[in-house]
DNA sequence: GCACAGCCTGACCACATGGTCAAGATTTTT
DNA sequence: AAAAATCTTGACCATGTGGTCAGGCTGTGC
């Protein structure tokens, strides 16, 4: 048995870059056209690659993709994933929208990515939502519902909660043409939403006094 | 000059009848494919007629996609135009969100078609974006303005707030399978969502007693 | 510097796709 | 009922696209 595990084969320092190039490569074009929108000649130009060598790298365009998302998850979910039950309910449930936002700002291809596969009935990634994403979900409203109980937060439903945050968040990069020609000029759409969702959950969450 | 706009030249029955039906299959496969995923071939075998039929009613695929999209921007604009300024502002806000919502869950493949058309960055439907669409929700962002200086809701962003709206109702729509599959069985997504925006929204604009 | 594995490409293929067209079928008008 | 207008289609075309392959190139280990 060698020292290599199924998943992640040895790989030299070309083949190293070389795929790296293509995913990013990659990465421009899906998000910007979907998967059928997208081509190989596209990729291959982006990536100042020929197409035959693409095909060399990874088999199929089919591949690329694939990789990409599930390359994509983990980090998309980290966010979620590092709400602690140790911290202060409120500042947590905040600290976890202000990291989905900022990833929404920094990686809107990624989060493009994932909208145009969603929007498609997600048919390349329904076992991770049905498996990983699911599970992490169903745990952190559990937790959250703790925190209700405690009278710790306003109650409302932990799981659309949850959801709401993707929603608010994912708008501002996948709806991001939109958003700008809504608000016009000498407007920042992330300061201001970064502002607007804060007054949004400590409104939705604060416990009432007394 | 002849009894006919330009924009609405006289038709047959059966024309009438064979566009509605090109235009209806045409949302089926665009807005479950995109626009560059949907063929041609498809749209006539989910319309029952042939291809070159097709392109006798419409001169391209391009603008069959423009046609429903055009036709579908009045529609999709009508909650927020419903907003009245001589309503209670708690409620008109929360109807324009139901309202919103309610067209979110009957018409998804509309919803769909939009998003798919935004994800790609509006390219085929910036004037309206940038015009019709600007327009309106610059005027209700200052009638929500007049409230919050009234303190008959309590102050945020107007125009974040309209986009909350967007983004949480087009969630459920384009998101479905998504919730769904994080929601598990035995949930209504749609009557969870109804109770859990009515609670954010009116936690959100209540005004503070006292 | 030589051999060999790994890397790269021009030329090519099969198929899908948007669109055309001439000719025939059907409906409407007179 | 005939003429005119409208509707419909099989056959076809040019282009784009994912993918293949034989053979050449290049970096690496000896």
């Not at 998967?35 to 596209?42: I, M, S």
């Not at 990409?68 to 500042?91: H, I, K, S, V, Y």
């Not at 407007?187 to 607007?196: G, Q, S, Y």
């Amino acid at each position: 048995m060698e020292n290599k595990t199924a998943r992640a084969p040895r790989r030299s320092r070309i083949q190293q870059k070389n795929r790296e190039t293509i995913l990013a490569a990659a990465l421009d074009v899906f998000s910007a056209q979907g998967f059928r929108g997208a081509t190989l000649d596209q990729i291959a130009l982006q990536a100042g690659l020929s197409k035959p060598n693409l095909l060399y790298y990874f088999g199929s365009k089919e591949e690329i993709h694939r990789d990409l998302l599930t390359g994509l998850m983990t980090a998309w979910l980290e966010p979620l994933r590092a709400m602690r039950e140790d911290g202060d309910p409120l500042a947590e449930m905040l600290g976890y929208m202000r990291r989905k936002l900022d990833l929404s700002r920094d990686f809107p291809r990624e989060s493009r990515l994932f909208a145009n596969e969603i929007l498609q009935g997600a048919p390349r990634i329904s076992e991770v939502i049905q498996g990983e994403l699911r599970d992490l979900v169903q745990e952190k409203a559990r937790l959250l519902s703790r925190w209700m109980d405690l009278g710790r937060i306003r109650r409302s439903d932990p799981v659309h909660l949850i959801i709401s945050v993707w929603a608010l968040t994912q708008h501002y990069a996948d709806f991001e043409s939109q958003t700008r020609a809504v608000l016009g000029e000498g407007h920042d759409p992330w300061t201001e939403a970064a502002a607007f969702l804060e007054t949004l959950y400590r409104r939705l969450l604060s416990p009432l006094p007394g």
